[in-house]
Structure formats: structure tokens, C-alpha cells
């Protein structure tokens, strides 16, 4: 092996971790619901779609990485300096607002993966709080970072296996699909809210830092958030496909018997353990991850530092942690979080292309030229497409 690329081996060796991670979180237990239900409704006919959401997942979160790795600040101390606190609290204070809902939903998953393995919520949404707690409170990213890599594999495994289980069985494969029907067009955009989230922008920035990656292993960032961009979505395209078959009926994540019964029906009696596993290990890496990403844009919006990221932590994850102890009504809310994240990630979006465009800040690697045009073209359309989504509900049809 030659030195220069033993050297750049090592160079990503090093650099890995914050794109990577942030990509996994992304198929979190809500997105995975998402993915489940299009493979239930729709079968394969949407797999082009989920694919296709790759391009502007790499897109939006280079430049997230970027503004870190150039600047070495988070983006919530960014827009605190370059703009207000005011406005900073303004893209961060949303995002933790709607994370908590977020934390509902990966509690519930982990609750529903458990329920799954024959655990009751009673005992696995407990135990998952105090892990999530003792990560949290060590403060250290690269400690935390090494053992969720870990996971993260685990997570790849049983999501990958799950569509075996299910293709195995003979699944017909329909390349294309598309429809303007309301019910679809809300699909499309949950599925887009799943793939790009707010707390994505704060955690990749930040954790860039954490990491002390610096502008000139850039090389090294992008290639790291490519492989990370294009794998999350084959891990969507795999849930969807383990989906396939199950119907709406038994795909019901509030009873997770009939859910298991529905599952081993379709795709043998593995399937159900598999999918469970899948969740459990999904949600656990999104509180993670979320919750760093939240704790990083709040106090960095408001300038509090890292001794207050405990106390938001707590403020967001302890109410939610109790709701699923007690219900596990969690399909809609997820597809209706999903939706929600689209208006939610508007601000701080538009501010990280700004500052991204900013030749003062970034330098040589400010957003420019043709990258600066498809940056704003993949914000217009993820911006329009919830939109467009959420006017039935108020009564507009297009």
C-alpha cells in the first residue's frame, strides 16, 4: 500500500464518526415507520424516490459540516455571533420544542422493539432513560461516539436482514410510481421530512468541531457524509421492503402482537425479533444524536455553554419518556412529525446557506457558483413539498 494512500486511510480513519452517525440517527424510529408504511402501501414503487433523497441529504448536511469544520463553531454560536442571539433562539428553541415530540417517538419505538422481544415498556423505556442518561451526562462526544459506531453496525445488520427475510419470499419489483392523490403527496413529504431534520444541521456542525476536524480534511468530511447519505437510504429501502405485504392493518405499531404476527406471516418467524431489533437499536442512536444535536443548538443559541447541556436534556426527554409507559399510539404521530419537521427546518436552513455563502467567514470554501444554486433548489422543493402537503388540512386542494 502506497504511503500517500496508507495516509489518506488514516486520515479518514480519523475523521469518521459525526457524518456518519448523524446519517444512521436519521433512520430513526420515525423514519423507519415512514419507510414502513410507503413499503406497505406502496410496495417497491417508491424505492426510486427513497434513493433519490440522497442527493439532497449530501447536499444540505456537506455544507453543514463545511460551516463547522471552516469556522470551528457550532452553527447555533454561529448565528448567535453573526446575526443575534434572538435569531439564533429562533432556529434552535423550534427544533427543541419539536424534538421533544422526537423523543416521544424514539421511546415508544424502543418500547414497541422490546414489546416485540416479549419486554414490557414498563421496564425497557426505564432502563433505555438511565442508558440514554449516562451518555448524556459524560459530556464527551468521542467517548460516546465509539460505542454508537458500534451500534450503528448492529442497526445496519438487522434492517438489511429484515428485507432478506421479506424478498426472499418473492417480492415483484416496480421501479416506478407517481401519483398528485393528497394521501400520496403526504407520503412523499414525510418521507422527505424523515431523510433531512432539523437537529441534523446542529449535530454535524458541532460534532465536526468535537471532533477537531479542520477545513483542509474536507475531502475526507464529504466522502465520509456520501457513503453515509446513500447507505441511510438503502436502510429505508430495506425497512420498506420488509414492510411489503404486511398491510396497513397489521402494521400497527400500537400492537406490537399483531404487528409481530403480521410480520412473521409475511416474511417467517425471524422477522419479527429482527424488526424489533431494528427499532430498538434505530431509536437508541436517534436519542443520542438528537439529543446532543438539541442540547449543542440551544445552548450555543443562547450562550449558556456545555455545563447547561444536561438541564435542556432533561427538560426535553423526561416528560417524553413517560408516554409510552402509557400509550403506544405512535403511526400518525410519527407522520405528522415528519411533515412537521419540513416547517421546522426552514430557519435554521436558510441561515446555514447563508452563512455557508458568507466570503467573509468561509473564505475559499464559501457555498458558491453551482453549488450554491442546487443548495437553494433542494430547500425551495423540500420547503414546497410540505406545504403543498399540509393545505387539505385547511381545507385548500391543488
Not at 413529504?189 to 468541531?209: D, E, K, W
Not at 418467524?269 to 437508541?284: D, E, H, K, N
Not at 464559501?366 to 402537503?389: D, P
Request: aromatic share 12%; hydrophobic share 60%; proline share 4%.
Amino acid at each position: 500500500m502506497g504511503s500517500k494512500l496508507k495516509a489518506r486511510l488514516n486520515r479518514i480513519a480519523q475523521t469518521w464518526g459525526p457524518a456518519w452517525l448523524v446519517m444512521i440517527a436519521d433512520v430513526d424510529a420515525a423514519s423507519a415507520i415512514t419507510a414502513a408504511d410507503t413499503g406497505a402501501q406502496y410496495g417497491t414503487k417508491l424505492i426510486w424516490f427513497l434513493m433519490l433523497l440522497a442527493v439532497p441529504l449530501y447536499v444540505i448536511q456537506e455544507v453543514a459540516a463545511r460551516v463547522g469544520a471552516v469556522t470551528g463553531r457550532g452553527l447555533g454560536e454561529l448565528i448567535r455571533e453573526r446575526y443575534s442571539r434572538k435569531v439564533a433562539a429562533a432556529a434552535a428553541v423550534p427544533m427543541a420544542v419539536v424534538d421533544v415530540v422526537s423523543y416521544v417517538v424514539e421511546y415508544t419505538g424502543i418500547a414497541v422493539g422490546f414489546q416485540m422481544l416479549g419486554v414490557s415498556p414498563k421496564l425497557s423505556v426505564p432502563a433505555a432513560f438511565l442508558a440514554h442518561l449516562a451518555v448524556v451526562f459524560n459530556k464527551k462526544y468521542a467517548e460516546a461516539e465509539k460505542p454508537l459506531l458500534i451500534v450503528s453496525a448492529v442497526f445496519s445488520a438487522v434492517w438489511l436482514a429484515a428485507a432478506y427475510l421479506t424478498a426472499r419470499r418473492g417480492v415483484v419489483f416496480t421501479p416506478f410510481y407517481f401519483s398528485t392523490a393528497p394521501d400520496f403527496v403526504f407520503l412523499l413529504a414525510a418521507n422527505i421530512g424523515a431523510v433531512i431534520m432539523p437537529f441534523m444541521l446542529f449535530y454535524q456542525a458541532s460534532a465536526t468541531v468535537e471532533k477537531s476536524t479542520e477545513k483542509e480534511h474536507l475531502w475526507a468530511i464529504r466522502l465520509e457524509t456520501a457513503v453515509g447519505a446513500v447507505f441511510s437510504e438503502i436502510i429505508m429501502v430495506a425497512i420498506a421492503v420488509s414492510s411489503i405485504g404486511v398491510g396497513l392493518g397489521a402494521l400497527d405499531f400500537a400492537s406490537p402482537a399483531l404487528l409481530s404476527r403480521g410480520l412473521a406471516g409475511v416474511a417467517g418467524r425471524f422477522a419479527p425479533a429482527v424488526f424489533g431489533v431494528g427499532l430498538i437499536t434505530a431509536s437508541f442512536i436517534a436519542l443520542i444524536v438528537i439529543s446532543l444535536g438539541s442540547c449543542w443548538g440551544v445552548t450555543e443559541a443562547v450562550g449558556w455553554g456545555r455545563k447547561h447541556w444536561f438541564k435542556v436534556y432533561l427538560v426535553e426527554s423526561l416528560p417524553a419518556a413517560l408516554v409510552p409507559i402509557f400509550s403506544l399510539n405512535l403511526i400518525k404521530l410519527a407522520l405528522n412529525l415528519m411533515v412537521l419537521q419540513i416547517v421546522v427546518l426552514i430557519v435554521p436552513a436558510v441561515i446555514l446557506g447563508s452563512l455557508a455563502a458568507d466570503r467573509e467567514l468561509m473564505g475559499e470554501h464559501s457555498l458558491r457558483g453551482f453549488n450554491r444554486f442546487i443548495y437553494w433548489l433542494f430547500i425551495a422543493v423540500i420547503f414546497a413539498t410540505g406545504v403543498v402537503s399540509i393545505l387539505p388540512t385547511f381545507g385548500v386542494s391543488l
